[in-house]
């Protein structure tokens, strides 16, 4: 029981932070979607280097999100309601995968509090599944 209780704390559930700038360079090409942001503009925004922010971009295009030019800049490639943060998660941290799966588990004194952490992971990203890219893209860009 000890090992399976210890994967607990390998399995944390926060947002990284290529997901945060992923959401916020997501947002920000929602709120202008015909006009191509520069890599400057999605550093600025995202409040990272313009390399971090040029890399998760380019994530996010190799994902069919967002289209691409040569200069760096990019442009939604999507409808922003039809993108969840689920689906930005599972790009930007494929770890969360496990949750995902469909286990039986005999719960014991020792597995409760396994069970009760993967329901709360579980539940998370139910909750995400109903937010989309247009929730975060309320201000349009100036």
């Not at 995902?100 to 990203?125: D, I, K, P």
């Amino acid at each position: 029981m000890a090992g399976r209780l210890s994967q607990v704390g390998r399995k944390r559930m926060y947002f990284t932070r290529q997901t945060e700038i992923a959401v916020s360079i997501l947002s920000l090409c929602a709120r202008a979607p015909e006009t191509y942001v520069t890599k400057r503009e999605m550093a600025d925004h995202a409040q990272a280097s313009a390399g971090t922010a040029a890399r998760v971009a380019a994530t996010l295009a190799q994902r069919r999100l967002l289209r691409s030019r040569h200069d760096g800049s990019v442009q939604l490639a999507v409808d922003p309601r039809e993108v969840t943060l689920a689906q930005i998660l599972s790009i930007t941290q494929p770890g969360l995968a496990w949750l995902q799966e469909e286990r039986s588990v005999t719960v014991s004194a020792a597995s409760a509090f396994h069970v009760v952490v993967e329901a709360g992971y579980r539940n998370l990203l139910h909750l995400a599944e109903r937010y989309t890219v247009a929730d975060f893209a309320s201000e349009p860009r100036a």
